[in-house]
């Protein structure tokens, strides 16, 4: 029972503390839309994602209405379309086929992305997965709305090296064909090592094979209600401060399951996962550097930093469990450079660098993201800069990815524009010795010992 002082401390937070929902995401599995014929198979893709996702949006403008609960994005993520394409498409350009119907559903049921132009290939590459990779730069850059992700390593399978060096190519072209937006399309690409099967947030979603028929997943996103919990406290001993975080991310996502099952309920759709992730804006306070500023660094970056974030990532956690039996996606603490003005306010201070984000990954939700770069990097640099991502979440059992962004023709010093949710980021400096000979040995790095827990 939902009573009048929640309802009151929810509007505040929303009011005053930049609480929204970011996403409402509908999974919608493609599997049953397999042909080997390409226009049919676009045919079933259109109809069944217009179909089972045509009242998305509606409904989260109703529960908008109805709650006073502002949801940024309605999304739709899919099964794989390399697993979904490989009968029908025979080359590059037939895959892209199939980005541009996901794009025109995507238009014509009104939702804001659609994911799931992905591959998964911890272990290997068929000659589908193959294909839909290098079709990446052409799919992302004629349509508007569809965003694209590569598995590639896993806890179990090690990590796919041949994958991870073409993905550091791949990413060069997808900067350079779209270098007249500042390389804007690399937004809508992510690399993953053990990517999660329910994830509602892009450019990183995509429906997974072991999920049912369609299913809602919502993503919640709180850094300013934390951020003024945790200024309540100041001077406080660290369990006073958990305790406040706990309590704090319980709130947040009760918020959260209340939005998924309202959306569950009038879509007849079942309700899968909440995603508790702090996922911050550019807006001011809605920073998690800010949080950990406020937890008593100087700057995101300082000595205490990766401390810091793992205690915030954990207690928002086990806030979360208490207050959904489904919590999933990635859950926690997001750190994108270009998302999170504390964070931009860091590098261009020069606390943080490329080498103390990667260290913050080990205890974060997901990786390097949203990180500009110089256009003039090496594709092997880009690939070994993945690679150290995928070892991190590989030895540590956990979800690691990379958004990086070469902007082509910028340097070190520039900046570059993306506007709304993505802001704006500093070219960061990127070490300049070479792996290219390292890259270059393909094959694929076993799994760790650990891994084998039959």
């Known amino acids: ?146 965003c694209s992700s590569v598995n590639l390593a896993s806890t179990k399978t090690g990590i796919n090296m041949d994958a991870v060096k073409l993905m550091g190519e791949i990413i060069l072209e997808v900067a350079e064909i779209s270098k007249e937006n500042d390389s804007a399309d690399c937004m809508k690409l992510v690399v993953f090592c053990n990517a999660p099967d329910d994830n509602p947030f892009m450019a990183g979603a995509f429906h997974g094979v072991t999920e049912t028929d369609a299913v809602i997943n919502v993503g919640v996103s709180g850094p300013g209600v934390v951020l003024r919990a945790v200024e309540k406290v100041k001077g406080e001993s660290f369990e006073v401060l958990c305790e406040t975080i706990k309590k704090t991310a319980f709130k947040v996502t009760r918020v959260g399951q209340l939005v998924a099952k309202e959306a569950s309920r009038m879509l007849n759709i079942p309700f899968g996962i909440v995603d508790l992730s702090l996922a911050p804006t550019p807006a001011v306070g809605d920073s998690v550097a800010d949080i950990l500023c406020s937890i008593g660094l100087e700057y995101a970056g300082a000595p205490g930093t990766t401390a810091a974030l793992a205690m915030l990532n954990d207690q928002v956690k086990k806030g979360g469990v208490m207050a959904s039996s489904y ?97 704006y980021a500093p070219i960061m400096p990127v070490n300049p010795f070479s792996c290219a000979d390292f890259i270059n040995r393909g094959g694929r790095i076993p799994a760790p010992i650990h891994s084998f827990k039959n």
């Not at 930049?18 to 045919?43: E, F, M, P, Y």
């Open 1 to 146: 029972m939902i009573n009048i002082g929640e309802v009151l401390e929810t509007n505040e937070m929303v009011e005053k503390e930049n609480l929204d929902v970011r996403t409402i995401t509908i999974g919608i599995s493609l599997l049953d839309c397999i042909d080997s014929d390409l226009q049919k198979l676009n045919a079933k893709i259109y109809n069944k994602i217009t179909t089972v996702a045509k009242d998305l949006v509606k409904v989260g403008n109703e529960i908008e209405s109805n709650y006073c609960i502002p949801i940024v994005n309605k999304r739709i993520s899919v099964t794989p379309i390399a697993l979904v394409g490989g009968a029908a498409c025979k080359s590059p350009e037939d895959f892209a086929t199939i980005a541009d119907t996901m794009d025109r559903a995507a238009k014509q049921v009104g939702v804001n992305l659609i994911g799931g132009y992905s591959a998964l290939v911890s272990k290997g590459m068929t000659k589908a997965d193959e294909m839909l990779i290098r079709s990446i730069p052409m799919a992302l850059h004629r349509t508007e709305r569809v």
């Open 327 to 423: 919590v999933g996606g990635l859950s926690g603490a997001f750190i994108p450079v270009s998302e999170d003005q504390g964070m931009i306010n860091a590098v261009e201070a020069g606390a943080i660098n490329l080498e103390k984000l990667e260290a913050m990954t080990c205890v974060c939700s997901v990786g390097l993201d949203m990180i500009a770069i110089p256009g003039d990097t090496p594709a092997t640099t880009i690939s070994g800069m993945i690679a150290d991502e995928m070892a991190l979440g590989m030895v540590n059992q956990k979800t690691t990815a990379a958004r990086l962004i070469p902007a082509i023709g910028k340097k070190v010093g520039d900046q570059v524009e993306f506007g709304g949710l993505f802001g």
